[in-house]
Nanobody, 125 residues
C-alpha cells in the first residue's frame, strides 16, 4: 500500500519559515507526481504545489508563488516544501499527496490518487 508520511508542521510567527517533508513508500511507479494540498479552517482543500518526477515540472498556486519552494529527492522518494514569508492565511493542515501519473502535476494544478495524514501549520500574527 502507498504510504505518505508528512512531518515538519508547527507554530511559527508571521514572516517566518518552515520546511515540510514527506516520505513516500509502498509503490513502484516509474514516474509520478507528488506534492501538497492544504485545508484552512472553514475552507476547501486547495492544491499548493507539486512536482513531476519525469521532468521536474512544478506547479504552485498563485497565493504561494515566490514564497514556497518544492523540491524532491527521488532516490529517497521524499518531497519537501519550504514555506517562507509565512502569513496568517497560510494556516492550514497540509497534506502530502501522490499521483501515479507524472502529468497529473500540470500548469493548472495537481490531481492526486493517494493522500497522507496532514500536518498542521499555524502562523501567528
Amino acid at each position: 500500500d502507498v504510504q505518505l508520511q508528512a512531518s515538519g508542521g508547527g507554530l511559527v510567527r508571521a514572516g517566518g519559515s518552515l520546511r515540510l517533508s514527506c516520505a513516500a513508500s509502498g509503490f513502484a511507479f516509474d514516474d509520478y507526481a507528488i506534492g501538497w494540498f492544504r485545508q484552512a479552517p472553514g475552507k476547501d482543500v486547495e492544491g499548493v504545489a507539486c512536482v513531476s518526477s519525469r521532468d521536474n515540472k512544478t506547479y504552485y498556486v498563485d497565493s504561494v508563488k515566490g514564497r514556497f519552494a518544492i523540491s524532491s529527492d527521488y532516490a529517497k522518494n521524499t518531497v519537501y516544501l519550504l514555506l517562507n514569508s509565512l502569513q496568517s492565511e497560510d494556516t492550514a493542515v497540509y497534506y502530502c499527496a501522490l499521483a501515479d501519473l507524472y502529468y497529473y502535476c500540470t500548469d493548472d494544478g495537481f490531481r492526486a490518487d493517494y493522500w497522507g495524514k496532514g500536518t498542521l501549520v499555524t502562523v501567528s500574527s
